[in-house]
């Protein structure tokens, strides 16, 4: 039986970005260590606001989400490129992307390990990928999760090395990185694959 899921992102798409906005995008941008030749998948990146840091250090910056509300906001950049999908299946050929992004969205998709595989199928070799989540080791963290599932977001929350361990079947360097109320998991994937 199918039900439909009420659309919370597409309902606070227009003016998701006057109330949140990226906490640490220099961080993003140190981790991702992209050049101006390299292109980038932000997934699960709504209106663009944290793909908007890669102007000018990216050939081209491709923003994924599932709500159409979410990417009318990210079209009215030109910059951007809007792409509907889920992030489990999306429609791009194996080892497209030099960098991925995911920020604040990993605990909101439907299966986190395949995210994760599909993460994998879309890097480039000598890419990487960055993961930006809320610290659920924390508890004003903890107070954000409850809030979610009270307003019936499928939100789950993974710590630091079970975000880790998602990548853990694959030929990559795993890095890790926490700073204040959120961490950061970079998988690198290795030449050798």
């Known amino acids: 039986m ?4 009420l659309d919370h992102f597409g309902f606070l798409a227009p003016f998701y970005e006057k109330f949140i ?7 993003i941008l140190t981790l991702a ?3 101006a030749t390299g292109n980038i998948l932000d997934i699960g990146g709504g209106t663009g606001r944290v793909a908007s840091f890669f102007i000018d250090r990216a050939s081209e910056i491709f923003v994924a989400d599932e709500s159409i509300g979410m990417l009318r906001e990210a079209q009215k950049k030109d910059f951007l490129l809007p792409v509907c999908g889920k992030s489990e ?3 791009f050929g194996n080892e497209t992307f030099n ?13 986190q390990k395949e995210t994760a595989l599909e993460l994998w199928r879309l890097i480039k070799p000598g890419g990487k990928i960055i993961i930006e989540e809320p610290d659920i080791r924390k508890g004003a963290v903890k107070v954000v999760a409850l809030l979610e599932k009270l307003a ?12 880790a361990a998602l990548f853990g079947n694959v030929n990559a360097g795993i890095s890790m990185h926490a700073e204040e109320h959120m961490v950061w998991v970079v998988v690198e994937k290795n030449d050798g694959r």
């Open 21 to 27: 906005t990226p906490k640490f995008p220099e961080k």
């Open 2 to 5: 199918l039900t439909k899921q």
């Open 152 to 163: 019936l977001m499928r939100s789950h929350f993974l710590d630091i090395h079970q975000i």
């Open 33 to 35: 260590q992209l050049d």
């Open 89 to 91: 299946r999306m429609p």
């Open 99 to 111: 960098r991925i992004i995911m920020v604040d969205a990993l605990h909101h998709v439907q299966n």
